[in-house]
């Protein structure tokens, strides 16, 4: 299930989304004590990260987590914390309580997964990317575990894609699954020439059609 908004710049849709996720965090804070909301890294969010930054919110009370990880140290450039940490946590939300999913690159897959996963809370909201694949999070069809990332009833998983560079940690889509709501954003033709495709039917070789056409929980797409 997924619901489509449509905007004439990533400039406009950056800030329509930022928006529209204060506004269901502060609902959600209106009935519960704290509230989560997982980001996604990569360059196409660096936008509405800023934009987040600038909404007023109890941000103390929202606690920040990534849908997905690349495995390296944790001051490399291409490290979603290290994203999150340079665009988003800043201006009013740097009180936002933030859990990278991986800490130690260094250590064991096994450990990796064991530290994510002892560590995990289940987000109430998730803003998702797409890759021109029709990746999502770091669910690739490409990836030998990819069909464990869809079953597996773990919340956190790891994947080893031969189209992209680095290991990785992803929520599972059983955890994106687990959310109230979804958001993806994405922009481009190129993106959204690969969104209609996925739109028309489950396929296997794009993941994100799994979320579109999930029946557990909506997604609210944000294209430019």
């Not at 989304?17 to 996604?40: D, F, P, Y």
Request: hydrophobic share 40%; aromatic share 6%; proline share 6%.
């Amino acid at each position: 299930m997924f619901k489509l908004y449509s905007f004439n710049s990533p400039k406009e849709s950056a800030q329509a989304l930022a928006i529209e996720i204060a506004t269901q965090l502060r609902r959600i804070l209106s009935v519960k004590e704290r509230t989560g909301l997982a980001l996604s890294g990569g360059k196409s969010p660096i936008l509405f990260l800023q934009e987040l930054s600038q909404m007023p919110l109890e941000w103390g009370k929202c606690r920040i987590s990534l849908v997905d990880e690349r495995v390296l140290p944790l001051m490399d450039p291409e490290n979603n914390a290290l994203l999150v940490h340079t665009h988003f946590l800043k201006n009013k939300a740097q009180a936002a309580p933030f859990t990278p999913l991986v800490l130690d690159s260094s250590v064991s897959t096994e450990e990796m997964l064991k530290h994510a996963r002892a560590s995990y809370t289940q987000s109430d909201l998730a803003v998702l990317g797409m890759g021109a694949d029709g990746h999502t999070a770091s669910l690739f069809a490409c990836a030998p575990e990819y069909e464990n990332a869809l079953t597996s009833k773990e919340p956190i998983v790891a994947t080893t894609p031969t189209s992209a560079p680095f290991k990785r940690l992803s929520m599972s889509l059983k955890a994106l699954e687990s959310c109230q709501e979804l958001f993806l954003l994405i922009s481009g033709d190129q993106k959204r020439a690969v969104f209609e495709r996925a739109c028309l039917a489950l396929e296997p070789s794009l993941p994100i059609s799994y979320i579109l056409h999930s029946q557990k929980v909506v997604c609210h797409v944000y294209c430019a």
